[in-house]
């Protein structure tokens, strides 16, 4: 089975290339559509009834307006032209479905012209939203003119060589390096076109480009930076339209890529499923659990769900949030009820529902912990400092609410600081100048638990209503720090325990310590920590332990990190890593270094830049190191790397489609050094 995974997914570009595309092959083939007319002339519902709200949307008689520029800024400030550009798309389009049910030339006739007026007027895109309406638009104009080039409707030569030439002067100069740092509606748009252009140029290399950043672009830029394993979605804290139009568009290529063989809606579980599941699950009146807090805002529903159901209904596996969302849509859809039509298929087996991956979820803050009595107490804007060295090994408990510090907090030995639960946020008031929100006072630190508490680490404690505009990848982004523990020797520091904490958006390392031995971090949450500000990118993580022995990593998380990798261990000594979820991170999942004696097991390790796990030789290589029984899979280089490492164990891992080639490790003996 592991086998099987890794030469279906891992090539699931290469496993195509050599066959030339089905057409009509877009959103549909010709079977698919062949299917749906019969459908619709035997008057069959729901398809009967979408096809005469479709016609009847039609005005025939309204010109085309082409414009010359499109120009979108943010907010739709200025709008020009954009609103022209997705209506004479959706025109072409729409035509285009009623004259290949009807047979009306008057149909085909008016996409014809939409088409032709868009080609020979476009010349370009502008303003902050420019990439964003070609890829809205590009996928919807390719799907008409696909079934007017391939259904004998008198479309001329010479405009379809037009139309061709706006496709790749107007629309792939714009959108062919993609946006990924921009919110990952975006890259599920421009890939959405790109796929489409891809099929009807007959662009082997630009339809399996496309794939690949599917799989595997960067920042928000994939699907498994878009879509959590949990099914939570980048823009879930945003708001649910944008949710919604991520989803869509991600789904969209999907459907594209199955038309021509390539299956994106099975892999890694159904992740596909999972975040549509997510998502009307919330909007159906589920509340789901957020990293973060899950916005309410827009929630009104958007048609964007019927191809999903209708997709998984038709592989025996039913989705039971997005068939209501799909059916409370449909009595007003028209096409997407059509355009969701493929033709039967052969016997099919039920399949249960995707469900959250249960390694390393939930981490982080969550509940209020049970609290010994003695405790010292401190309300939000009493000073935790003056509470912590009055401790007298007591417990500090944070009290619900925002701690705003003054100046960094100087952690003494043989303390217990706990919040109570996600409400206890810690925030490093940006005026004091300071860098960390913690250090050690003394350089022997011991016996220290912190707990059940939130640190904010970005320059705002209150996120935007675009959480996406406030993170550590932005070059407004000053350094910022979550806790550090250092001290000048080996063992330095004893006894060192993080249980349900929570340290996000840091520029520099969300945790660093060095030279402490017994190290316990358990069910906690590092995400967004580690940019590219000095000391520079890949050199800042979610996690950074250097020095350090007998450390004990267990069901955390550590995510997305924007420029760093999710751990990073440098010449530590007798370290496991246990049911972690290791993912999104802009460099490696798991980076070792000049380490002894390390284990990674029962890990989800997923959608890392580089390779999952990086065992690299700098001036000596890692010795007696385990990695096993990991599910490793889309990351963009190997799921496991390693150069002159002794005494490596890599075994029964389940590997899916990491890097380019079906190649999923490289265990090299060479004294190799990577510089980039």
């Not at 030569?157 to 975006?186: C, E, H, K, T």
Request: aromatic fraction near 8%.
């Amino acid at each position: 089975m592991r086998k099987l995974l890794i030469i279906l997914l891992s090539c699931i570009s290469v496993a195509v290339s050599a066959q030339p595309f089905q057409h009509p092959g877009i959103n549909q083939s010709a079977a698919d559509l062949a299917h749906m007319k019969k459908l619709v002339l035997s008057g069959e519902e729901p398809y009967a009834g979408a096809y005469q709200r479709l016609k009847q949307s039609i005005d025939l008689q309204a010109p085309a307006r082409p414009v010359t520029y499109v120009l979108r800024g943010p907010s739709g400030r200025p709008n020009i032209g954009a609103g022209e550009l997705m209506g004479g798309a959706a025109t072409a389009y729409n035509c285009a479905l009623v004259w290949y049910i009807s047979g009306d030339r008057a149909y085909a006739g008016k996409a014809i012209e939409t088409l032709n007026a868009w080609s020979a007027t476009l010349w370009d895109f502008d303003y902050n939203d420019a990439k964003l309406f070609a890829g809205l638009s590009g996928h919807v104009f390719c799907n008409a003119a696909e079934i007017m080039r391939h259904s004998n409707a008198g479309w001329k030569q010479a405009d379809m060589d037009r139309f061709a030439g706006m496709l790749m002067n107007v629309y792939y100069p714009i959108i062919r390096y993609y946006y990924p740092s921009a919110n990952g509606n975006w890259d599920g748009a421009i890939i959405h076109t790109i796929i489409a252009m891809g099929i009807y140029l007959d662009n082997r290399e630009m339809f399996n480009n496309a794939i690949g950043h599917y799989l595997h672009g960067p920042l928000n830029g994939s699907l498994f930076k878009y879509i959590y394993p949990s099914g939570q979605c980048q823009e879930s804290q945003r708001d649910q339209g944008h949710v919604q139009l991520g989803i869509g568009e991600f789904a969209g290529a999907a459907q594209i890529a199955y038309t021509q063989g390539v299956d994106l809606f099975s892999i890694a579980g159904n992740r596909l499923a999972l975040g549509y599941e997510y998502t009307a699950g919330f909007l159906m009146g589920r509340t789901p659990h957020c990293y973060g807090t899950l916005s309410e805002r827009v929630k009104e529903l958007r048609d964007n769900f019927e191809a999903v159901y209708r997709h998984y209904a038709a592989h025996g596996m039913v989705l039971p949030y997005t068939k209501q969302a799909a059916d409370s849509v449909r009595p007003k859809a028209s096409r997407s009820v059509l355009t969701a039509v493929r033709a039967p298929q052969g016997k099919v087996t039920p399949q249960s529902p995707p469900t959250a991956s249960t390694i390393g979820y939930i981490a982080g803050a969550t509940d209020a912990p049970a609290i010994p009595a003695g405790a010292l107490t401190v309300q939000p804007g009493e000073n935790i400092q003056q509470a912590l060295d009055g401790a007298n090994g007591r417990w500090v408990v944070l009290k619900k609410g925002l701690h705003i510090l003054p100046a960094t907090l100087k952690i003494p030995s043989n303390i217990t600081l706990a919040g109570e639960g996600v409400g206890t946020v810690l925030f490093l008031d940006t005026a004091s100048g300071m860098r960390e929100a913690m250090l050690n006072a003394t350089p022997d630190l011991h016996d220290v638990t912190i707990r059940d508490l939130v640190i904010e680490v970005a320059q705002s404690a209150v996120p935007g209503r675009d959480p996406n505009g406030n993170r550590s990848h932005s070059r407004k982004a000053g350094n910022r720090a979550g806790i550090v523990f250092r001290t000048e020797k080996e063992g330095g520091m004893k006894n060192l325990q993080f249980n349900r904490v929570t340290i996000r958006n840091g520029t520099f390392n969300g945790l660093l310590i060095s030279g402490a031995t017994g190290i316990v971090i358990n069910r906690c949450d590092f995400n967004e920590n580690g940019s590219y500000i000095v000391p520079g990118p890949k050199l800042q993580h979610n996690v950074r332990l250097t020095h350090c022995s007998d450390i004990r990593m267990d069901d955390s998380r550590m995510a997305g990190s924007p420029h760093g990798s999710g751990i990073a261990l440098d010449a530590c000594t007798d370290v496991a890593v246990s049911k972690c979820e290791i993912t999104r991170n802009a460099y490696y999942g798991v980076q070792v270094n000049a380490c002894q004696k390390v284990s990674v097991t029962g890990c989800l390790i997923e959608g890392n830049d580089r390779s999952g796990v990086m065992l690299e030789f700098l001036h000596s290589g890692s010795e007696s190191v385990t990695v096993k029984n990991n599910l490793i899979h889309y990351n963009g280089g190997f799921g496991v790397e390693a150069y002159a490492a002794k005494q490596l164990t890599v075994g029964g891992n389940t590997y899916a489609g990491n890097g380019k080639t079906a190649a999923q490790e490289k265990l090299s003996s060479d004294k190799y050094v990577v510089m980039e």
